[in-house]
């Protein structure tokens, strides 16, 4: 039996399958209620990484009794003319092309708060020009993936993860917070109305973009009555089909720039987050780098990379081979990759692993030292992304992480593959969409 419980103080958890009570304060962090509990039972494990559900969490999630419910759905088809010719899978660029459906639930406190969630066309949004979400970006989205696997079944990757994570940004923004389980059962629902456009291959995949904006007509900074929660889809590419996975990525890391700070919000999904990092991004492109690697306070601290988490693999003091990631300090976006590469690291229980501060100085050193295996992004969109290069302070580094024979960023690459794409059938962290 496993299952994660909220930190902090909050009570013992009871599972609702089981019965088996336990409380690891401190070290679980998803708060899980009720239907949600039995829901997620067989689908989360627990994991002492996994800082993301807290306060915010607890909060969205007792909003709960006041969410809107799967059963209340309203769906509007859209009619034969209008749907879309599905692109050529080798023709998929990031965000470019739109299934037919999306996801759609308004929340008016003056109404008693969420309305009736519905599925309809692809269509456009209409807002006053006042609209908060247009002036003070009182946004927070998520980013997951639908998987077309080898037996021709349709899985969703934790999501009960990307929904509590969601959660906890809608909260940071004074948006209203939502069922988590009621949200994945209507996405679930638009994934199985248009599940043609997932593509039947495995250089692809269905993204998926649950989106939340505050829309009151009035230009006060204050937290939302008016919200709308929203969700698109579109079929991606593999970032990494052909050569480029083998290649490595080039960064930029100028500490002139930093993307989150103590007590900011860089450990929120809200889109405020990312539109300050493509200028940065264009000044990387202009010098040939491929990405920011994103460097915080006077030691130079290495924080993540583009919009990826970041991992080290090095061979330490002791001569030990060691993994190493950032710790979720608030500077950090709480991934699901990145928790879920933690996770089986522990599985493969060949090497320390470490949730600590990894300075450029530390990376510099172990790069002269050749002490320095592989350094590689995580995240939903590329699952893992080695690195081979950095430019800082007009020095290049050469990363050997591709030099390796046999480097262990691809050991979590396939494991991760293999489940997303049903190779493992029936593993926990999947949800299957009939
Ligand atoms: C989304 C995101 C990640 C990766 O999170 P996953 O849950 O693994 O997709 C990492 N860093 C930033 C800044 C992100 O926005």
């Given at each position: 039996m496993?299952?994660?419980?909220?930190s902090?103080?909050?009570p013992?958890?009871?599972?609702?399958?089981c019965?088996?009570?336990?409380?690891e304060?401190?070290k679980?962090?998803?708060?899980?209620?009720?239907?949600?509990?039995?829901?997620?039972h067989?689908?989360?494990?627990?994991?002492?990484?996994?800082?993301?559900?807290?306060?915010?969490?607890?909060?969205?999630?007792?909003?709960?009794?006041r969410?809107?419910?799967?059963s209340d759905?309203?769906?509007?088809?859209a009619?034969?003319?209008?749907?879309?010719?599905?692109p050529n899978?080798?023709?998929?660029?990031?965000?470019?092309?739109?299934?037919?459906?999306?996801?759609?639930?308004?929340?008016?406190?003056?109404?008693?708060?969420?309305?009736?969630?519905?599925?309809?066309?692809?269509?456009?949004?209409?807002f006053?020009?006042?609209?908060?979400?247009?002036?003070?970006?009182?946004?927070?989205?998520?980013?997951?993936k639908a998987?077309?696997?080898?037996?021709?079944?349709i899985?969703?990757?934790?999501?009960?993860?990307?929904?509590?994570?969601?959660n906890?940004?809608?909260?940071r923004?004074?948006?209203?917070?939502?069922?988590?389980?009621?949200?994945?059962k209507c996405c679930?629902?638009l994934?199985?109305?248009?599940?043609?456009?997932?593509?039947?291959?495995?250089?692809?995949?269905?993204?998926i973009?649950?989106?939340i904006?505050?829309?009151?007509?009035?230009?006060?900074?204050?937290?939302?009555?008016?919200?709308?929660l929203?969700?698109?889809?579109?079929?991606v590419?593999?970032?990494?089909?052909?050569?480029?996975?083998?290649?490595?990525?080039?960064l930029?890391?100028?500490?002139?720039y930093?993307?989150?700070?103590?007590?900011?919000?860089?450990?929120?999904?809200?889109?405020?987050?990312?539109?300050p990092?493509?200028?940065?991004?264009?000044?990387?492109a202009?010098?040939?780098?491929q990405?920011?690697?994103?460097?915080?306070?006077?030691?130079?601290?290495?924080?993540?990379?583009?919009?990826?988490?970041?991992?080290?693999?090095?061979?330490?003091?002791?001569?030990?081979?060691?993994?190493?990631?950032?710790?979720?300090?608030?500077?950090?976006?709480?991934g699901?990759?990145?928790s879920?590469?933690?996770?089986?690291?522990?599985?493969?229980?060949?090497?320390?692993?470490t949730?600590?501060?990894?300075t450029?100085?530390?990376?510099?050193?172990?790069?002269?030292?050749?002490?320095?295996?592989?350094?590689?992004?995580a995240?939903?969109?590329?699952?893992?992304?080695p690195?081979?290069?950095?430019?800082y302070m007009?020095?290049g580094?050469?990363?050997?992480?591709?030099?390796?024979?046999?480097?262990?960023?691809?050991?979590?690459?396939?494991t991760?593959?293999?489940?997303q794409?049903?190779y493992?059938?029936?593993h926990?962290?999947?949800?299957?969409?009939?």
């Amino acid at each position: 039996m496993e299952f994660v419980v909220a930190s902090g103080g909050y009570p013992l958890i009871e599972c609702s399958t089981c019965s088996e009570k336990k409380c690891e304060v401190g070290k679980g962090f998803l708060l899980v209620r009720g239907s949600l509990l039995k829901q997620i039972h067989k689908n989360v494990r627990y994991s002492s990484s996994l800082k993301i559900l807290d306060q915010e969490v607890l909060q969205g999630e007792l909003e709960a009794e006041r969410s809107f419910k799967y059963s209340d759905i309203a769906v509007r088809l859209a009619p034969p003319h209008l749907l879309q010719p599905k692109p050529n899978v080798s023709d998929l660029r990031f965000g470019k092309y739109f299934t037919d459906h999306m996801f759609k639930v308004y929340y008016h406190e003056a109404l008693g708060g969420w309305q009736t969630p519905e599925i309809t066309p692809l269509e456009n949004l209409v807002f006053h020009p006042a609209a908060k979400v247009l002036h003070y970006a009182i946004e927070a989205f998520e980013g997951m993936k639908a998987y077309r696997g080898i037996d021709g079944k349709i899985r969703l990757f934790r999501p009960e993860l990307n929904m509590a994570r969601m959660n906890a940004s809608a909260r940071r923004m004074g948006l209203p917070g939502f069922s988590s389980i009621e949200f994945i059962k209507c996405c679930t629902r638009l994934i199985g109305i248009d599940q043609e456009w997932v593509p039947h291959s495995e250089a692809s995949s269905l993204y998926i973009r649950p989106t939340i904006v505050g829309i009151d007509p009035t230009l006060g900074v204050s937290s939302s009555e008016s919200a709308l929660l929203y969700v698109i889809l579109c079929p991606v590419g593999s970032y990494f089909a052909g050569e480029k996975r083998t290649e490595g990525v080039s960064l930029l890391a100028d500490p002139r720039y930093t993307r989150a700070w103590p007590g900011g919000c860089g450990d929120r999904k809200v889109g405020s987050n990312y539109a300050p990092t493509i200028r940065v991004q264009k000044e990387a492109a202009e010098k040939g780098l491929q990405q920011v690697l994103w460097l915080y306070g006077e030691d130079h601290q290495v924080t993540e990379v583009g919009t990826m988490n970041i991992f080290m693999f090095h061979i330490n003091e002791d001569g030990e081979k060691q993994l190493v990631t950032p710790p979720l300090d608030g500077l950090i976006l709480p991934g699901i990759t990145r928790s879920s590469i933690l996770e089986l690291a522990r599985d493969i229980n060949e090497f320390k692993i470490t949730e600590r501060t990894i300075t450029m100085e530390e990376v510099c050193r172990l790069v002269a030292e050749n002490r320095l295996l592989e350094l590689f992004g995580a995240g939903t969109a590329c699952v893992v992304s080695p690195i081979s290069y950095i430019e800082y302070m007009g020095q290049g580094l050469h990363i050997p992480t591709c030099d390796q024979p046999e480097p262990l960023y691809k050991k979590f690459l396939k494991t991760l593959l293999d489940i997303q794409y049903g190779y493992v059938p029936g593993h926990p962290w999947t949800w299957e969409i009939d």
